[in-house]
């Protein structure tokens, strides 16, 4: 396939939802395009808007957050395994207030805690809501007012 085809196909690919480097550079090695080809077409695509990784950090956020109710510990590691700057990471979750956090975050508690009402032990009962907020992203300073 030639590079203009390429272009085409990877720009309706960005086109169709918000793309991060990797995924594009993945998606080029599919399509076949040369390695000393992916930089070029990389650019190209940043110059035309198709890919803007602060754009795709905010939009992963955001989604995540409000769709999943992860905390900004799994957003943040999600995107750094993605290979998105410290920089970029830090704004993208910054996008999300402290409130929406708190509102969020004692949603899914109230939920868990519920789920466990047929629990005996109060003691497990706490461990298990615990490690479900723990693994929902949400650092223990945020979850401990909860357990005092």
């Not at 395009?33 to 950090?57: G, V």
């Not at 410290?86 to 956090?101: D, N, R």
Request: with cysteine; hydrophobic share 35%; proline share 1%.
């Amino acid at each position: 396939m030639d590079n203009q085809n390429i272009l085409i196909k990877i720009q309706r690919y960005c086109a169709y939802q918000e793309r991060c480097t990797a995924e594009v550079v993945t998606k080029l090695k599919k399509l076949g395009a040369l390695e000393s080809d992916i930089n070029k077409l990389i650019n190209d695509l940043k110059n035309s808007s198709f890919l803007d990784e602060e754009r795709y950090a905010i939009s992963f956020a955001e989604s995540k957050f409000h769709q999943k109710k992860w905390g900004l510990k799994k957003i943040s590691s999600h995107l750094f395994q993605k290979g998105i700057a410290k920089e970029v990471i830090e704004k993208a979750i910054s996008s999300i207030s402290s409130e929406e956090i708190s509102v969020a975050l004692s949603l899914l508690y109230e939920k868990k805690w519920m789920s466990l009402s047929n629990e005996t032990d109060p003691f497990k009962r706490k461990q298990k809501t615990l490690r479900y907020l723990l693994s929902k992203g949400y650092s223990y300073d945020e979850i401990s007012i909860y357990f005092d």
